[in-house]
Structures are given as C-alpha cells and as structure tokens.
C-alpha cells in the first residue's frame, strides 16, 4: 500500500508537517510496512510561500518594504528556481499588521507588495506567482502599481500615494514610467472570488468591512474606486471594473490584469502545479487530505476540492480527516473525496477540542486506517 498525505493545516493547532507526522504513525500501525509520502499544502491563503517552498527546495527572500500605514518593515517571498518567485501579499500588505484601533482603508496602501513583486523583477525572476488574500487594503492595487512606476496624478498632476483615500483623486494615470521587465514576465494571480472591482459584489462592499470600513468610509471608498476604474481603464484601453476576480484584495486583483497582464487562476490549483502534485500520485492507493473545518465553501478552491479533483482525474480514492463538519460538508463527495472522517469523538466544547487537536487527530487516523482495511478485506 502506498498513501499519500496532502492536508491543510488545522489552524492554530496543527501544521501540515505535524498531520503528517501523525497519519504516517497511525498508517504504519495499522498498515505495517506500507508505503507513505506527504506533502504540504496551502490554497493561496497564508502559508503558501512556506508550503511551496518547502515542496521545490527552494529559499527565501528578505526585502525592506513599506507596509499597509507606509511603515518600514521586511518581508519575505520565496524563490522556486532561477525562473521563478512566489510572492504572498499579505507579507507585506496583510491586515494583521495593522492594529485593530488603526484599521481602515482609506489609508491602507499596497505599495509593499508592488516593492517585493520590483525586487522580484530586480533579480531576474520572470515567472511570478503572487497570492491574493488576507490584505488590509481598499486601493485599487493603486499602492503596488506605484511601486512599479506607474504615476497616479491628480487634476493639478501631483502625484499621489496610492492608499485609499487617494482613489477618488486620480485624474490622470501615466504607465510611461512601468517597470520595464513587466512586459518580460509572466504573472499568475492566486485568486478564488469573481468578485468585479465595484458594485454591491465588489471590492469595497464585500470585503472593507472586515478592514476596518464603517458604512461612511465604504460609501466613500465605493465612488472613489469607481472613478478609479473609469481613468485607469481608459489609460489601459481595457476594462478593469467588469473581470472576474478585479475585486480580490481590494482590487489589486484588478491592477495585476490591467496593467500587469496577469492571468487570474485558483489559489490550490496554482499550488498543485508549483509543487507537481500530479507527479507525487504515481504509484499512490490513497491519498488524505483534510482541513479543519469542512462546509460547502470547502468545494470552491480549498484544498480538499482541488486535491480531490486531481485523484479523481487518476482514479485515486480520497479522503478527508477534519476537526468538525458544518452545512453542506457532503458538497465535498462531487470533488473526489470519497469520505469525511472527523476528528470530534463525543460531545466536547470547542476549547476542548482545540487543546486535544493532536490526540483527536491520530484517533481518527487510526479509525479511517481500519476502515480502509476493512473495505480491503471485504473486496476479495
């Protein structure tokens, strides 16, 4: 037997190395002998530099940048191969790095993220991955275009910062000055929303509350991103308000497209491909993922869905341990896994659950390891 261990981390109690860890004990326990791999994983949310270069061998690198307030900070993004860099945005513009009491996006800039996707192109990486998510920025991706050399200028053709609040001024938008290694590389965008840059759907109105956006600030950010699109698109011949996925992190996914080139693909599909995770399944029986909690958004670019898809495209059964289940978990099964083994053994509260992640996660190895098998045993 050959398993092959893929799973998300259950966050804030077990890595993807530490599940691991824990189903190649248990498999070998009740499978003496067997063969097991493991790799680590990420959707394009946080962790995904980690996982990706943990998976290629790669390495990292540190960049001084600016961060969401234009604080000096460092950051790191990861090098694949000579080629090719992956860059996750919230290491330099993610909400956890401003306070709770100093959270709002009319003063938020990406501009860190545009410094490390410059350093990147500085080096000689043409090949880059950047994922969206977990940023703390309404700016239309204003701030990291900056960083490249666009100039954004307002009607007496000042140019502006690039946060917020700085969207409704954009009277004229000047690429003359885009990094000029940007029409030599090619950018994949990890994004899992179609959200269009505004509109109720948008990037202001979906996302700015959970940055620190009152119904004021939103209604302002919302014009203002409006007018944003109007003059960046004329100056890109191009829409940029209407693409599916122009409203991920505050509509950086927007500038990426437009001014960029980027092409806009699942976060865990782009993973899958970055560590050749077709490759991994050769010769594999089984494969377990898992993340932890599963509900019906699991089916839509997590990982359970996208490592299930690729099993079931090679006929390789998958299962999934998680730490609890909620409406709409069984959407999984249309995904490729075949079964949902969660870790919750009686009735407990959530802290409880929390403080024995570890010990509930092996009991429910043990038992899916068993079951597997029994479902031998019964097929001779």
Request: proline share 3%; net charge negative.
């Amino acid at each position: 037997m050959k398993f092959l261990f893929a799973s998300d981390s259950f966050k804030g109690t077990l890595s993807s190395e530490k599940i691991i860890e824990l189903l190649t004990e248990s498999a070998n326990k009740v499978f003496p002998g067997c063969e097991t791999a493991g790799t680590l994983i990420a959707d394009g949310g946080e962790g995904t530099v980690d996982a990706v270069i943990a998976m290629t061998k790669g390495s990292l690198i540190e960049v001084s940048v600016h961060g969401p307030l234009m604080e000096e900070t460092t950051a790191v993004y990861g090098k694949i191969n000579e080629e090719s860099a992956i860059i996750e945005m919230a290491a330099a513009s993610g909400l956890p790095m401003v306070p709770a009491e100093l959270r709002n996006p009319l003063n938020t800039t990406t501009y860190g993220t545009g410094e490390l996707i410059k350093d990147a192109l500085d080096k000689g990486f043409r090949n880059i991955s950047i994922a969206l998510g977990g940023s703390a920025t309404n700016d239309g991706g204003m701030g990291a275009m900056a960083a490249l050399g666009v100039k954004f200028l307002d009607k007496d053709g000042k140019e502006l910062k690039g946060q917020g609040s700085d969207l409704a001024k954009v009277a004229k938008v000047d690429i003359s000055g885009l990094h000029p290694a940007v029409k030599e590389a090619a950018f994949t965008v990890m994004c899992d929303v179609n959200n269009p840059l505004t509109g109720p759907d948008g990037a202001t109105y979906t996302f700015g509350k959970q940055k620190g956006g009152t119904p004021e600030i939103l209604d302002e950010l919302e014009a203002g991103m409006k007018s944003y699109a109007k003059v960046a698109g004329e100056a890109l011949g191009r829409d940029i308000d209407n693409l599916p996925g122009a409203g991920a992190a505050g509509g950086l996914g927007a500038a990426a497209c437009g001014f960029l080139n980027a092409t806009l693909k699942s976060g865990i599909e782009t993973v899958l491909d970055l560590i050749d995770f077709d490759r991994m399944l050769e010769g594999v029986d089984v494969v377990v993922t898992g993340e932890g909690r599963i509900d019906w958004q699991s089916a839509f670019g997590k990982v359970p869905s996208g490592i299930g898809m690729r099993c079931k495209n090679k006929g390789i059964p998958a299962v999934a341990i998680v730490g609890g289940m909620g409406k709409g978990a069984e959407k999984i099964y249309e995904f490729g896994v075949e079964s949902i083994i969660p870790t919750i053994n009686g009735a407990m509260d959530i802290d409880e659950a929390l403080e024995r992640a570890e010990e509930l996660y092996q009991g429910a190895a043990e038992r899916m390891f068993r079951f597997l098998k029994v479902g031998m045993a019964v097929s001779k």
